[in-house]
């Protein structure tokens, strides 16, 4: 079996976990977990950076450290994993959907400024599957309406935009260190921000609101969250992160493979890289068109049948039964990548060969 994504292990991970095990330092008051945060914060440039449990944890994270709640609005795409637009309900707001573009896959910031409203608070874009938002756009319109930048990275990170790492363009940027993702602790997240203010506000948020008095009692001044991830992941983290480079190259290395081998197949389209930016290609993924033999479907039961995983887009979340009430604008883009969009096996483990099997699938048909 050829996997979608599964993670790389090749350097100080079981080093750094046995002295966490061995000093008895396993939870979130380890100094493994400081390290990731200012190991983070070199790799990705910023100001800022506070560890998580997990992805989610730093989107609503974000969104309670900016104070977003009841009768707010988020403006957000629909094709995206539902996790950012869950967030949005955990802190009592609204999502508001806005369509994708046909190329890039990510919200078209033409069609932001229609669906902003006076509840508008934030832009929240999905940095879906590696390649960068419009940025430069997104923030101008924000400045334009007063409204805050939300980055959603949680697929994207080693990807670029104009030089800068996605997460840091806006006022707060949101990674994941699930399994499938580019490294990994098992599970865990990553709020970054260049505004020291908020970087310093997330974090006390994050443990509790907790302060520690003179007599070691705790204090907790208002309402706090347990969203802090355990040394023991964090010594995971540090270990992952130092190959992260290595990782990035073989990523962008593996996709060249793929857009050589289906560059010539008809029926098929490839992901893009805008000229601005650096597409990590988290996941490799392609459209199956009209003139394709197979749907996208059958496509993913063949490639089933010869030992290849694959997954759909996502589907759209303003169709789930939870999100069909909430706002939106015309969809169509949405609705057509989603019947469409295949992501194709991408781990960074993945061999030259394995890669000629899977286009030679696809391309036989």
């Not at 992941?233 to 050589?260: P, S």
């Amino acid at each position: 079996m050829i996997p979608l994504c599964i993670p790389k292990m090749k350097g100080n991970e079981w080093k750094y976990i046995k002295h966490c095990l061995d000093t008895n330092w396993v939870s979130s008051a380890g100094s493994y977990v400081n390290k990731f945060e200012e190991d983070f914060a070199n790799f990705t440039q910023c100001t800022s950076a506070v560890v998580t449990m997990n992805g989610t944890a730093a989107l609503e994270l974000a969104l309670r450290t900016l104070g977003i709640g009841v009768g707010d609005e988020v403006i957000v795409p629909s094709l995206t994993f539902i996790s950012p637009i869950n967030t949005i309900k955990y802190v009592g707001a609204e999502p508001v959907f806005v369509d994708v573009c046909r190329d890039t896959w990510v919200i078209d910031v033409e069609k932001i400024e229609e669906m902003i409203t006076p509840r508008t608070k934030v832009i929240l874009p999905v940095h879906i599957y590696g390649h960068p938002a419009e940025m430069n756009k997104i923030m101008e319109i924000a400045k334009k309406y007063n409204l805050y930048v939300i980055e959603d990275a949680t697929e994207s990170l080693g990807s670029l935009y104009n030089e800068k790492a996605v997460g840091t363009i806006g006022h707060i940027g949101c990674f994941s260190f699930n399994g499938n993702k580019l490294i990994t602790t098992g599970a865990g997240g990553m709020l970054v921000t260049n505004d020291k203010k908020l970087g310093e506000r997330a974090k006390y948020l994050s443990t509790q609101t907790k302060t520690i008095l003179d007599n070691g009692a705790f204090y907790h001044e208002e309402i706090g969250y347990n969203f802090r991830m355990p040394n023991l992941l964090a010594a995971m983290g540090c270990a992952q992160l130092e190959n992260i480079d290595e990782y990035i190259k073989i990523k962008r290395e593996n996709a060249k493979v793929y857009n050589e081998l289906l560059k010539n197949v008809k029926g098929v389209t490839l992901p893009v890289e805008k000229e601005e930016v650096r597409n990590v290609y988290w996941l490799y993924s392609i459209l199956v068109e009209e003139d394709y033999p197979l749907t996208r479907d059958e496509l993913i039961a063949k490639l089933k049948e010869n030992g290849i995983e694959s997954r759909p887009f996502f589907m759209p979340i303003h169709e789930m039964p939870s999100y069909k009430q909430c706002k939106c604008g015309d969809m169509k883009i949405t609705n057509e990548l989603a019947v469409k969009g295949i992501n194709l096996p991408s781990s960074v483990e993945l061999k030259k060969q394995d890669i000629e099997s899977i286009c030679s699938i696809i391309s036989n048909y």
